[in-house]
């Protein structure tokens, strides 16, 4: 036979709670519901309840069971008798058993950091992906505007002459560039030899940098690489991922006002990944090829940025400095 057992019932009405007694009421051979009754100085009272209508909230380490009630009311109870078959009570109290487990903690704990590895990992950069791609093209003009007085900042009018400014902007002509971006050539003045895409589809290219290559082929390759950069959307990528997590938060309620606020000096600061330099790498590779210019004009202008820069050399101040030999390895893969 069940039992009724005592419990501390809070009535909603008043905050001291009363020492009462809860007892099952049976339907078909079947607790539905119960009934609790109490008594003080006005007399004895009772309220019944069903079941169905408890919203349940399980015991945390010492504190008791409780069920909530929909008129305001809350039972806390020592023990779950078996009769008062609640939702999720078993799994509550497997929970409950797991996290008294020291296996089942460490299992926990490595599954935590698996997961914001992945969040890092994969979710932030998918999602950032998913967001540069869908800008309209109007809000990258904006941002590019913006980054790019910021680079006018940095740098200083050209010192070359005309004549061979006109010659760089020339070369740029000879690319299936869609879409068509604007060159610029500035003295990167403690830049150094540097070239580099914002996406108000303008492309930076440094004196330093024409000077330390001094070859037309190898200069277009550049243009062509920052040209794969726009056409991929990287600098915004990058940009947009060094939010971490904002851009998933931009990704669920879709407001980018705010991150649209960061993103300007962002777009000059953050840092492409290996993956989008070797992306952009194949897209000169393919344009030097459709022009009839071998891309190991690429490749041999990778070789003069690593002897000036050393092991990682590198052009761009938006770059993580991937493995020049890898960069060297497939531009030679693709001219063979």
Same mark, same amino acid.
């Given at each position: 036979?069940?039992?009724?057992?005592?419990?501390?019932?809070?009535?909603?009405?008043?905050?001291?709670?009363?020492?009462?007694?809860?007892?099952?009421?049976?339907?078909?051979?079947?607790?539905?519901?119960?009934?609790?009754?109490?008594?003080?100085?006005?007399?004895?009272?009772?309220?019944?309840?069903?079941?169905?209508?408890?919203?349940?909230?399980?015991?945390?380490?010492?504190?008791?069971?409780?069920?909530?009630?929909?008129?305001?009311?809350?039972?806390?109870?020592?023990?779950?008798?078996?009769?008062?078959?609640?939702?999720?009570?078993?799994?509550?109290?497997?929970?409950?058993?797991?996290?008294?487990?020291?296996?089942?903690?460490?299992?926990?704990?490595?599954?935590?950091?698996?997961?914001?590895?992945?969040?890092?990992?994969?979710? +932030?950069?998918?999602?950032?992906?998913? !967001?540069?791609?869908?800008?309209? *093209?109007?809000? $990258? =003009? @904006?941002? &590019? #505007?913006?980054?790019?007085?910021?680079?006018?900042?940095?740098?200083?009018?050209?010192?070359?002459?005309?004549?061979?400014?006109?010659? +760089?902007?020339?070369?740029?002509?000879? !690319?299936?560039?869609?879409?068509? *971006?604007?060159? $610029? =050539? @500035?003295? &990167? #003045?403690?830049?150094?030899?540097?070239?580099?895409?914002?996406?108000?589809?303008?492309?930076?290219?440094?004196?330093?940098?024409?000077?330390?290559?001094?070859?037309?082929?190898?200069?277009?390759?550049?243009?062509?690489?920052?040209?794969?950069?726009?056409?991929?959307?990287?600098?915004?990528?990058?940009?947009?991922?060094?939010?971490?997590?904002?851009?998933?938060?931009?990704?669920?309620?879709?407001?980018?006002?705010?991150?649209?606020?960061?993103?300007?000096?962002?777009?000059?600061?953050?840092?492409?990944?290996?993956?989008?330099?070797?992306?952009?790498?194949?897209?000169?590779?393919?344009?030097?090829?459709?022009?009839?210019?071998?891309?190991?004009?690429?490749?041999?202008?990778?070789?003069?940025?690593?002897?000036?820069?050393?092991?990682?050399?590198?052009?761009?101040?938006?770059?993580?400095?991937?493995?020049?030999?890898?960069?060297?390895?497939?531009?030679?893969?693709?001219?063979?």
């Amino acid at each position: 036979m069940a039992e009724a057992i005592n419990i501390r019932y809070f009535d909603g009405k008043i905050s001291k709670p009363h020492l009462a007694r809860l007892s099952p009421i049976f339907y078909q051979g079947q607790a539905d519901g119960f009934v609790i009754t109490w008594q003080n100085k006005h007399g004895s009272h009772e309220q019944r309840y069903f079941i169905k209508d408890c919203e349940y909230l399980p015991a945390i380490d010492n504190s008791p069971h409780v069920l909530m009630f929909h008129d305001g009311a809350r039972a806390e109870l020592a023990v779950i008798p078996d009769w008062l078959t609640l939702d999720n009570k078993k799994l509550f109290g497997n929970i409950k058993k797991m996290e008294t487990r020291w296996s089942w903690i460490g299992t926990s704990l490595i599954v935590v950091c698996l997961f914001v590895f992945g969040l890092f990992r994969y979710g +932030i950069p998918t999602a950032s992906h998913h !967001l540069a791609q869908s800008l309209p *093209a109007d809000t $990258l =003009v @904006r941002l &590019g #505007d913006q980054a790019e007085d910021y680079v006018m900042e940095l740098t200083l009018p050209s010192t070359l002459p005309q004549a061979r400014q006109d010659e +760089i902007i020339s070369l740029y002509d000879k !690319l299936d560039s869609n879409p068509k *971006a604007k060159i $610029l =050539v @500035r003295h &990167g #003045d403690s830049l150094g030899a540097n070239a580099f895409a914002i996406p108000n589809n303008t492309i930076v290219i440094t004196d330093e940098l024409i000077k330390l290559s001094d070859d037309n082929n190898e200069i277009l390759a550049v243009l062509a690489h920052e040209q794969g950069h726009l056409v991929h959307r990287h600098s915004l990528e990058q940009a947009i991922s060094s939010l971490g997590l904002g851009v998933l938060i931009v990704i669920i309620t879709g407001d980018t006002s705010d991150i649209l606020l960061a993103l300007p000096t962002l777009l000059t600061s953050s840092h492409y990944s290996q993956k989008a330099e070797l992306e952009a790498d194949r897209f000169a590779i393919n344009e030097l090829t459709r022009l009839g210019i071998s891309p190991k004009h690429l490749a041999s202008f990778f070789e003069k940025m690593q002897k000036e820069h050393g092991e990682q050399g590198h052009w761009s101040i938006i770059s993580t400095h991937p493995d020049t030999n890898k960069r060297i390895e497939q531009v030679n893969q693709h001219s063979k």
